[in-house]
């Protein structure tokens, strides 16, 4: 039987597993690997956020599991979001070098390196960013780089552990590029809508998203 490692929505966890590696699970994670785990291999499967600091082993690969994507590595430090309602499975490369395969593709990053999978069309796509915009969260920001309103809304849903529905269907595909502090759900809506066109109504854990 597996060992699992869970983050509940509005929660993070840290691990240390049992080879030295470092992983973070941002909200609504899980982590999973083998009771023999460091033994023979170093194998771990990934559904939702998390940010790894894998201690270096040149003789046993270090293999993150997330859907289709294998990320593979000897020792280094990046974050991978894979959660299941997610369009894009997002490795980002802070340090080292690693090797991402799916699909019977493979492409190795370099640090600064932004790697998409996109599930549909099974596409690889590559950029260059600042790694360490992407790991805001483990300190209790957002980023967020050309995001659609629906994405950054499933995001804050599983943050706060809040409920998040749209009146429009047009405010879906608004985009948002910033980062968005960890002042809480009120803080983080009145500040989107400084450059998006909507309003919202809170009711307990339920919020609607209104055009204005």
């Known amino acids: 039987m597996p060992l699992v490692v869970k983050a509940g929505k509005g929660d993070k966890a840290r691990i240390e597993l049992p080879d030295g590696t470092n992983v973070v699970l941002n909200s609504a994670s899980q982590l999973s690997y083998l009771n023999d785990f460091g033994k023979k291999n170093r194998c771990v499967q990934l559904n ?23 990320v593979k590595v000897h020792g280094t430090s990046f974050n991978v979001s894979a959660y299941e309602d997610d369009e894009d499975i997002v490795v980002v490369l802070q340090e080292g070098k690693v090797g991402v395969y799916a699909q019977g593709m493979s492409h190795t990053m370099i640090p600064g390196d932004k790697l998409e999978y996109n599930k549909l ?18 300190k209790g920001n957002l980023y967020f780089d050309k995001e659609s309103l629906k994405n950054i ?24 590029t910033g980062t968005i502090p960890g002042n809480g759900i009120r803080s983080a ?8 066109d909507f309003t919202y109504e809170m009711d307990g854990s339920v919020i609607v998203i209104k055009s204005k």
Request: aromatic content about 10%; glycine content about 2%; overall charge negative.
């Open 189 to 196: 809506l009145n500040m989107l809508m400084l450059t998006a």
């Open 48 to 70: 939702g956020e998390a940010f790894f600091k894998v201690a270096h082993d040149e003789s046993r690969t270090f293999i993150v599991q997330a859907g289709n994507l294998e």
């Open 121 to 138: 069309t099974q596409k690889l796509t590559t950029t260059k960013v600042n790694s360490e915009d992407y790991i805001e969260w483990i």
């Open 153 to 176: 809304m499933n995001t804050l849903s599983r943050i706060y552990n809040v409920e998040i529905r749209f009146k429009s269907d047009k405010l879906l595909n608004e985009r948002f």
